[in-house]
T-cell receptor, first 115, second 111 residues
Framework: DAMVIQNPRYQVTQFGKPVTLSCSQTLNHNVMYWYQQKSSQAPKLLFH???????NEADTPDNFQSRRPNTSFCFLDIRSPGLGDAAMYLCATSRGQGVMNTEAFFGQGTRLTVV | DQQVKQNSPSLSVQEGRISILNCDYT??????FLWYKKYPAEGPTFLIS?????DKNEDGRFTVFLNKSAKHLSLHIVPSQPGDSAVYFCAASSNAGKSTFGDGTTLTVKP
């Protein structure tokens, strides 16, 4: 049973054309994360939500935005994708901070290509 | 400056032998450590974790060892199986918060 679902699995967008990636979860977890992963590198946290509280990483470019309209859904908006934004984007959830066993549950990722 | 480092990009072992994957960290505030496994075209999946109050945690064939003084942890897989071939990520967090990941080690288990 898929618990964290990302759509689409593959996305091709044009340079500078806004694109939205989506993530949904059936786990009812408080926390949702967006990671960017480039080839052979560590997943890099872009931002996360604790419930509706948005937490941006200091080095996340302004080009990246996020929305969480409800517990189940979270979106990643890239306002003007550049060639350097081509990557795997991973959505993850966890039960919440301050809780032991705070492992994250990841979706399958969206592979973004910028042409 | 990378706070979690996996210095071996790849590791190859024979089926049935032990696989040892290593991870070093620099932030002494990290108090919870996790290992994730990732198959191609899939997201990482949680494998095993350890709290800083322990030095060992075991789950079946998988054991994680933590050496806080050396800021080092390792994942042992015994015996290794071909299905264990994947990328393994080490991750660390402080105060049970967000995790910082290493670059991963690609494990290949040969039949």
């Amino acid at each position: 049973d898929a618990m964290v679902i990302q759509n689409p699995r593959y996305q091709v967008t044009q340079f500078g054309k806004p694109v939205t990636l989506s993530c949904s979860q059936t786990l009812n977890h408080n926390v949702m994360y967006w990671y960017q992963q480039k080839s052979s590198q560590a997943p890099k946290l872009l931002f996360h939500y604790y419930d509706k509280d948005f937490n941006n990483e200091a080095d996340t470019p302004d080009n990246f935005q996020s929305r969480r309209p409800n517990t189940s859904f979270c979106f990643l908006d890239i306002r003007s994708p550049g060639l350097g934004d081509a990557a795997m984007y991973l959505c993850a959830t966890s039960r919440g901070q301050g809780v032991m066993n705070t492992e994250a549950f990841f979706g399958q990722g969206t592979r973004l290509t910028v042409v | 400056d990378q706070q979690v480092k996996q210095n071996s990009p790849s590791l190859s072992v024979q089926e049935g032998r032990i696989s040892i994957l290593n991870c070093d960290y620099t932030n002494s505030m990290f108090d919870y450590f996790l290992w994730y496994k990732k198959y191609p075209a899939e997201g990482p999946t949680f494998l095993i974790s350890i709290s800083s109050i322990k030095d060992k945690n075991e789950d079946g064939r998988f054991t994680v060892f933590l050496n806080k003084s050396a800021k080092h942890l390792s994942l042992h897989i015994v015996p290794s199986q071909p299905g264990d071939s994947a990328v393994y990520f080490c991750a660390a967090s402080s105060n049970a918060g967000k995790s910082t990941f290493g670059d991963g080690t690609t494990l290949t288990v040969k039949p």
